[in-house]
Structure formats: C-alpha cells, structure tokens
C-alpha cells in the first residue's frame, strides 16, 4: 500500500529551475515578512511586501511543467490584477492565472462576498444541517453564524473554553461537525489545554450543541496528549476523511525531535475514530503496543494546519508551513515519513530549521511534496478542493489559504495527483489579509476566515 517515493532529484530539477526563474524575473524571492520564526504568529509580517500585493506579469517563474514537483510558486510572482480596493471584492474581474510553461490558464473569476465581520482569528468553519455556521476563533470563542449570505447574524457560543491556553499560534484551533450532527449535535474542536496558567497539552474535545445554539457542553475529551510548548506550532487541523475516519494534522511544537518520533502525536498525521479517539485498525502501525503510534497515518512533519479529502478518490492531502522556505503540500501515504528532522538524527543541538523540509539525504524514503513554496514561504494554512460542476474549469483544484502570502493558491493537480501542474491565483483574494480557514460549504461555495485579529470576517467565495 505504501507507495515508493521518486528520488529526489526531479524535486532538485525543478528547485534549480525555480531559482533561475526568480532571478530572471527580477524578484528577490526574498519576503520581509519570512525573516524569523513564527510566520504563523500573531503578527501580521510581510503585509505591505507580500508577493501578492504588487502587481506584474502574468506569467509564473517559479512554475515547473506539468507533471514536476515542486511547482515553486505562485509567490514569487505577482497576479496581473491588483487588489479592487472594494472591501467585499465583488466584481474582481478577470482571474489571474500563473500558468506553468505552455499551460493555458483558464479565465475563471472569482466572487467574494463578505458573509460576516466581528470575529477574531477564525480558525474553521463548521457546517450546519440548519444552514447555520460555527466558527471556532483562536482566542478561545466559539461563534454561530445564521447562514453563509452577506447579513448573516453572528452570536457567541456559550462554552466553558476557560482552559484554551491562548498563546502564540496556539488557542482554539480546528473543528469538525459530526456526520451524525443532526441526530447527536456532536462537533469536536481541537485546541491548547491549560491548567493552573501553565500549558498541558493540546487536545481534541467532543462538545454538543444546544437545540437553540447558543450554548455548547463538553461531551469528552476524544484525545489528549498531543505535545504543546509555547503555542508555536500547534497545528491543528481536523477533518473527517471520505470513510469517516478523523484525521487531524497536528505541529511539531518546535521541539526538535518530535517529528520523527512515532510515540509522540506531535508533527503527525493522524487518523483515529472520531467516537473514541483510538488509532483504526487499518492504521499503518495498528500492530505497535503504543497506542499513540498506533493512531498515527504519517510522520516527519512541521506543522500541519490543512487537511483536504479529494472527492471522488478519497485521497488525502496535507499543507503545512515551511520555516523560511518550502512551505509543501503532500499527498499522504500510509505510515509515510515526510522528512522533516530539526534535530539531525538527535545528532543536533536545539531545534534547528536549517534542514530540508523533506530531507532525502537523512531519510532517503521520505514521500516527497506534491508542491512547495520554493525559497520563500506563504504560511499555508487550511486545504480543501474546489469540488462541482458550478466551479467550471476550476473544479477539482485544491484550494490553499495562505497567512504571510495574503493569498488564496488555487493548485491544480496532474491526474496522478502527484504534481501540481498550475498555479492560480484569484487576484481578489489577496485584499482580505491573512486567510485561514478553508472549507466548502453544502451549497458547493467555499467558505474563508481571515486571521488578523478583531473584525476579522468570513468570506464566501464562487465562481464570478
Ligand atoms: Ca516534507
């Protein structure tokens, strides 16, 4: 079942080529905003000089050709069409395509519409069968939206939320709504547990929604134990998988060597049963006695913060940051290693970001990206593909929100789904700041929260 990665070298290929095409495009590649750690923080970083903010040719230096890894990206150019400066983006116009090479770009505009303002970090959205929304905001709040059209009503969700270590990345994070909701009421959210002010873990907790909606009591802790450190990379990212399984991208909590250890829930991909939070029995590792590595899908990750489900296939995909390049997108693979190691085989000191997002030289099976960011990064956050006739030439691409990058990337994947062969870049999603959460809603638009702190809004987004 476990498929055998392509060397490197195509990755290697498609770097080189990347980099000469940043040069030749007169782009420093380079983003004030990606000095430092953190490019998912509290802060905004990169605002005025976020790739998308400029505007400049059509055409795509950092994309490869069809069919290569490592598409480079969408950030080292900019759209053609620059922000509308109408806050709801209606009428954004044309779409900008960043083509790879000899690839036609479609011309498909987008729609934004502003559904409601006055939250703060929405984190994800959760769709009710009443038509109603939930939005988990990283302070600690739970907010329920009246319906996904402009006007919408926000009201606040009465929950004991007291506990959410509210730190750096770290807060309320993801949720999933149950796909029995309409009978239990269940959704389940992902985030920092604190006792006595001091952080304990990260956890997944099972609420239940009152009939009126304006309150929610805890049902369980479905999951404990996932590592925390200072909130810096706290994933973490729920979603329920075509065959009900939950699979929740979790962070590495900047400790170095969590991410290669299977008895650790952090930097992993993990898969568990969404009624009591043990690992499946067709899990990879199913047979460990560790009832934590027994829970886990794939390894070797940074910071996983989208988890998208491929209609149709079934297929899962993965964005995670990268720390000041190769933010990736991956395709998962049963008991991968996606070859991230910040403390070289144990064989370093501290948690050291100079290594390779996918390190082939140490792990020589590491499954590697779909997708990268290149020598920059955009802070990838929420995933989910664009699935539906009323998207047109769009439908099937993965949509990727980006925090740093201020950006939505629209990835088109090569049938094999193991490339991306386009980038696009709808040029109205760049005038709405840092973008979180991605998800398409039951009537087949996608649903966007930005991140930047109060009033901060969700977006509705369709085919123009
Ligand atoms: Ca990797």
């Known amino acids: 079942m476990t498929r055998r990665p392509t060397p490197s070298g195509r990755r ?25 750690p953190g490019p998912d923080g509290t802060t905004r970083t990169g605002a005025t000089a976020g790739p998308g903010s400029t505007t400049g040719g059509t055409g795509v230096p950092g994309a490869s050709s069809p069919g290569t890894r490592g598409t480079g990206t969408a950030g080292t150019t900019a759209p053609t069409g620059a922000p509308t400066g109408d806050p709801l983006g209606n009428g954004a116009g044309s779409t900008t395509s960043t083509a790879a090479p000899g690839t036609a770009a479609p011309g498909v505009a987008l729609r934004v519409e502003e559904v409601a303002g006055g939250l703060e970090h929405g984190w994800d959205v959760g769709f009710l069968p009443d038509g109603s929304v939930l939005v988990t905001q990283r302070p600690g709040r739970i907010a329920l939206v009246s319906g996904t059209r402009p006007g919408a009503r926000v009201q606040d969700v009465a929950a004991d939320l007291s506990d959410v270590y509210v730190a750096g990345e770290g807060g309320l994070m993801g949720m999933v709504v149950h796909p029995d909701f309409a009978a239990t009421r269940r959704f389940t959210t992902c985030q ?21 909606g304006r309150s929610a009591t805890r049902v369980r802790t479905l999951l404990s134990g ?57 899990n990879p590792f199913a047979s460990s006695a560790d009832p934590v590595e027994r829970r886990i899908l794939g390894y070797g990750h940074r910071n996983v913060q989208g988890v998208a489900v491929q209609p149709g296939t079934g297929a899962v995909y993965t964005a995670e940051h990268g720390p000041t390049f190769d933010d990736e997108v991956n395709r998962s693979v049963p008991g991968g290693n996606y070859g991230w190691d910040p403390s070289r085989g144990g064989t370093g000191s501290g948690y050291d970001e100079s290594v390779p997002m996918t390190d082939t030289g140490r792990f020589p099976d590491a499954v ?23 998207w047109g030439p769009l439908d099937g691409v993965l949509a990727v929100a980006a925090l740093k990058g201020q950006k939505l990337l629209l990835l088109r994947l090569t049938a094999d789904g193991d490339a991306v062969s386009e980038v696009l870049l709808p040029p109205g999603m760049d005038a709405y700041g840092r973008l979180r959460g991605v998800r398409q809603g039951p009537d087949g638009a996608l649903y966007v929260t930005t991140s930047d702190g109060p009033g901060d809004r969700l977006l509705r987004v369709t085919a123009g």
Not at 12 to 36: E, F, H, I, K, N
Not at 197 to 206: C, F, K, M
Not at 232 to 249: E, F, K, Q, Y
Not at 368 to 390: D, K, N, Y
């Open 368 to 390: 590697p990206a779909v997708w990268t960011s290149g020598p920059i990064t955009e802070a990838v956050s929420g995933a989910t593909f664009l699935s539906g006739p009323q």
């Open 226 to 282: 996932l590592p925390v450190s200072t909130g810096r990379h706290s994933g973490c990212r729920p979603t329920v998988a075509a065959d009900g399984a939950l699979l929740v991208g979790t962070g590495d909590t900047a400790q170095a060597s969590i991410p290669q250890d299977r008895h650790s829930l952090g930097g992993k991909l993990l898969r568990i049963d969404l009624d009591t939070g043990e690992g499946l029995p067709d």
């Open 12 to 36: 290697r290929t498609a770097a080189t080529l990347l980099l000469l095409a940043v040069l030749a495009s007169g782009c420093s590649g380079s983003d004030p905003g990606a000095s430092g």
């Open 192 to 212: 920092t547990h604190a006792e006595d002010g001091r952080p304990v873990d990260v956890r997944l907790v099972t609420w239940r929604l009152a009939p009126d």
